[in-house]
């Protein structure tokens, strides 16, 4: 018996041995294929999905931000300038937090959103998505006032109006490729910046998000056109598949991808 305890116990430690290794070594593995995964864009479907619960937020907080600025603009005299930017400021920023919310929530990492943002920014499903939230938006960036004068007409069913001939949307075009080159600039320098210290550091996919809405109410402001005449007018057109368009679409494509290497 007294032989018998030393080489049971023996037995005992060289077994718990080698469960630890085992343990240790799928912990190893499983940790290495989450961090595998963590690199991996999500799919568009999965993009999407969260664009379109982001844009059900957006519908809750738009209305919000809106009625605060003009508390704040009355409160401390604001002027209508000022007052659009705080509220632009605090759209931003919140819908930064609502995404990143919903992104987490789903075990998805920042790298993984900014990658598929990358794959699939020009896809008509993410660029619908994108279009629900600008809608939600951009009513209380205009301001209360003439969201209420537009409400009526906005329940109109769009198309392509008469202006956006073909000629005219190849001069949104370039315009949006132009805009798209300014805005990028200081983003760029930052993610340089950025970079030195981390070499893994990415674009937030928000700041995209928030520099298409820029870029569109350039468009509304300077041809009058919305985002979904000009989705439709490229639809009607086949500008994708037109080769008049090729250099204008491979100039943005080139921009927004040399921005997010």
């Known amino acids: 018996?007294?032989?018998l305890r030393p080489l049971l116990a023996t037995g005992l430690a060289v077994a718990v041995g080698a469960l630890y290794v085992v343990i240790h070594e799928r912990r190893r593995k499983a940790k290495k294929e989450l961090q595998r995964k963590m690199e991996q864009p999500i799919s568009k479907d999965q993009l999407v999905e969260i664009l379109q619960e982001a844009s059900g937020e957006a519908a809750k907080f738009a209305a919000q931000i809106g009625a605060w600025v003009a508390k704040v603009q009355q409160e401390h005299g604001l002027t209508d300038e000022k007052a659009n930017q705080l509220r632009q400021q605090k759209f931003e920023s919140t819908l930064d937090e609502v995404i990143n919310t919903?992104?987490?929530?789903?075990?998805?990492?920042?790298?993984?959103?900014d990658l598929a943002f990358r794959?699939?920014?020009?896809?008509?499903?993410?660029?619908?998505?994108?279009?629900?939230?600008?809608?939600?938006?951009?009513?209380?960036?205009?301001?209360?006032?003439r969201a209420a004068a537009s409400g009526e007409a906005s329940e109109r069913p769009v198309r392509v109006p008469t202006a956006l001939t073909k000629d005219k949307l190849k001069e949104v075009m370039v315009f949006n490729a132009v805009q798209l080159e300014k805005e990028l600039a200081p983003i760029r320098k930052q993610l340089a910046e950025a970079r030195r210290a981390n070499k893994d550091a990415q674009i937030n996919p928000q700041v995209l998000v928030e520099l298409q809405l820029r870029i569109s109410e350039g468009v509304k402001a300077r041809f009058g056109f919305t985002d979904e005449e000009v989705m439709l007018a490229v639809d009607k057109y086949k500008?994708?598949?037109?080769?008049?368009?090729?250099d204008v679409l491979n100039r943005i494509t080139h921009t927004l991808n040399s921005a997010l290497q």
Do not use: N
């Open 119 to 145: 794959q699939h920014m020009e896809d008509k499903d993410v660029q619908a998505a994108l279009t629900i939230i600008r809608k939600q938006i951009a009513p209380q960036l205009a301001g209360a006032s």
């Open 1 to 3: 018996m007294s032989t």
């Open 239 to 246: 500008a994708k598949e037109d080769p008049g368009f090729r």
């Open 102 to 113: 919903i992104r987490k929530k789903k075990g998805v990492g920042e790298k993984m959103m």
